[in-house]
């Protein structure tokens, strides 16, 4: 007997097919069970559209996510830039940019020196041209004695020292390194030795800074500083399952990704992989035996303020190596998710004809349902808190049973959920439950969870729930295909108390933005801003980007650049589109600026090639 037979609209044919293919079917049955194979034509034709449509909202959610740094919890502190940006400021330029007609031509009576190593930037003697009133603004040199020709000639003329009103700027520069290096970096570790500009090291790798060694640091030549911050959060990673089944293992799970601690083998204490540093597919097995769980890096909790750092994506699946810095993983990442989409639309409906509950939003609409964030049809409730389950039956309907929830915290008040009876309860009447746990059969609204349980968990499900689908068409794709997207749907915080931030409550921030504006807070002593999460779907969080370039292009063009245009929004151009757009080099791969300078040896001699040219 083949059964109940789904139709084209996806609806269950009141006629079962009672004879199987052996037998022979009557003309009723025969009829009947053509949907299912019509059902498989009329699928392929008209909603491959749907997967090709997906892949460009993946695409465009997920463009700007290059991989821009090797460590996210590593910082760098580059001493030169950080003079140079306050050198940079209007009111430091505005003293030497008044006496730079006074200065040009001057003859410097001695010796220039930069305050930081001692150095010689200009020789006396020297005539001072345009460029050299420059540098003496960029290393915030405080005065200089010259000599200016007079119609008498140089030799009569008096020497005269010239304040160039930086004081202000080197005590605001002292202040700024100080907090720094006794602030953020009190108590962290140096993750690479400390050189001078003549290559000796001051400080080796793994000196703790502390106000000692912050004093040193301030009086030293030191160009950059590498610090490690130990601030990665990781997520915990465990086999996936589906009724029983493994879906995806811990190995497969792990393999090319960086564990957030070392990996100790609980019966010999030998180390199996070290933090920070790629777990091959051979430690990934053997870490499956004495592990059910691990915590790695993981693109869902990258610091990075733009992209992707090196170490939270891990390797290249493409090379097989570890990924190299401008690889465009957010592109390779919409591609890897979308392609397979394809399958998955043809692939569907071939479970025999047979209607069951899930065949409802399998395949590509539940990606489609999970990806734009979207409450799922007839969807399960959560427990929104821990406590004890009772089940009674409704007095007035004995259609409806209650289920209700008491906590044994006597401050928290109990919650009573209406089910109608078809529905399959999940728990029973007693059992102790935790918040989140779904009372019956059913998907479960991605909102609910990220109002019950938080970021991590919301992250966590989508992931699992994209890979079911994948990985019971026989498609596989890994986890940080998946994570990148996600990371891009939880990248806002909406604002509920403002603190001294000067943001309005119901104001949407970046995540970025929020995390940088709090941390200045706290230097300032003001009140931080309190913020929820928003996860948006990828159509709404590509049009909610920084960049309205992108927006514009994408969809809806003429509200978005109207918008833009009213609050005068600037586009940062970071990612792809909008650089393709203006006609620029894309920031991924050699159009990164890190790699227009290169200098190339060959056979032992060096020799230029590129230039600085945008």
Same mark, same amino acid.
């Given at each position: 007997m083949r059964g109940l037979i789904a139709d084209t609209s996806g609806k269950t044919v009141e006629l079962p097919v009672k004879a199987n293919f052996r037998e022979g079917l009557t003309v009723l049955d025969y009829f009947t069970s053509s949907h299912g194979a019509r059902k498989g034509l009329a699928d392929t034709a008209l909603r491959t559209a749907d997967s090709g449509y997906l892949t460009r909202r993946l695409v465009d959610v997920s463009q700007d996510v290059i991989v821009r740094e090797e460590d996210c919890d590593v910082q760098v502190l580059n001493f030169d830039r950080e003079q140079s940006l306050i050198a940079s400021q209007p009111e430091v330029k505005k003293t030497i940019m008044g006496l730079k007609q006074t200065l040009l031509g001057a003859v410097l009576d001695e010796d220039v020196l930069d305050r930081r190593n001692g150095d010689i930037l200009l020789v006396k003697g020297k005539t001072l041209d345009a460029d050299d009133v420059t540098l003496l603004n960029r290393h915030l040199v405080e005065h200089i004695s010259v000599i @200016?020709?007079?119609?008498? %000639?140089?030799?009569?003329?008096e020497p005269k020292t010239f304040d160039l009103g930086t004081q202000d700027a080197v005590a605001e520069y002292n202040r700024a390194m100080r907090h720094h290096l006794t602030v953020h970096f009190a108590g962290k570790k140096l993750e690479e030795d400390a050189y001078d500009r003549q290559g000796n090291v001051l400080f080796p790798a793994g000196t703790v800074i502390d &106000?000692?060694?912050?004093?040193? @640091?301030? =009086? &030293?030549d030191i160009p950059v500083l590498k610090v490690r911050m130990d601030e990665a959060e990781g997520v915990e990673v465990s086999l996936i399952e589906e009724k029983g089944q493994p879906i995806e293992s811990l190995a497969d799970r792990i393999a090319g990704r960086c564990p957030l601690e070392d990996v100790v083998n609980p019966t010999t204490g030998e180390v199996i992989a070290k933090k920070n540093e790629e777990i091959s597919d051979a430690q990934a097995e053997e870490i499956q035996k004495y592990y059910d769980k691990l915590k790695v890096r &993981?693109?869902?909790? *990258?610091?990075?303020?733009?992209?992707? *750092?090196a170490k939270c994506y891990g390797r290249n699946l493409a090379t097989g190596r570890h990924v190299e810095i401008g690889e465009a993983v957010g592109i390779i990442a919409a591609q890897s998710i979308g392609e397979p989409g394809t399958q998955l639309t043809m692939r569907t409906f071939h479970?025999? %004809? =047979?209607a069951s509950a899930e065949d409802i939003t399998q395949g590509l609409p539940r990606v489609e349902e999970l990806f734009e964030a979207r409450k799922p049809k007839g969807n399960a409730i959560i427990s929104r808190i821990d406590g004890t389950v009772s089940i009674t039956s409704a007095e007035d309907n004995p259609n409806v049973k209650i289920i209700t929830i008491t906590s044994n915290d006597p401050d928290i008040a109990p919650e009573s959920e209406k089910i109608p009876v078809a529905k399959k309860i999940s728990v029973t009447n007693g059992e102790f439950i935790k918040a989140g746990t779904r009372l019956f059969? %059913? /998907?479960? /609204?991605?909102?609910?969870i990220l109002d019950v349980l938080g970021v991590q968990a919301t992250q966590n499900y989508i992931v699992k729930e994209v890979q079911k689908v994948y990985r019971s068409q %026989?498609?596989?794709i890994n986890d940080k295909h998946i994570e990148i997207i996600v990371h891009q749907m939880l990248r806002k915080i909406k604002i509920t108390e403002p603190g001294g931030s000067g943001w309005l409550p119901g104001e949407t921030v970046d995540i970025v933005a929020?995390?940088?504006?709090n941390q200045r807070l706290d230097d300032e002593g003001k009140d931080r801003a309190v913020g929820e999460n928003l996860l948006l779907g990828t159509t709404k969080a590509a049009l909610a980007t920084d960049s309205f370039l992108s927006a514009a292009s994408f969809q809806e063009t003429t509200r978005v650049l109207t918008e833009a245009a009213i609050k005068g929004k600037e586009d940062p151009l970071l990612g792809l589109k909008e650089n393709v757009i203006i006609g620029k080099l894309i920031p991924a791969g050699t159009g990164m600026s890190r790699y227009r300078k290169l200098n190339v040896i060959h056979k032992g001699e060096s020799f230029e090639t590129g230039s600085d040219a945008e």
């Open positions: @200016i020709p007079t119609a008498d %000639g140089i030799e009569a003329a &106000s000692d060694v912050a004093e040193k @640091i301030l =009086v &030293s &993981s693109i869902l909790t *990258c610091h990075s303020a733009h992209g992707v *750092c479970t025999g %004809g =047979v059969e %059913g /998907n479960v /609204n991605p909102h609910d %026989g498609v596989e929020f995390r940088a504006m």
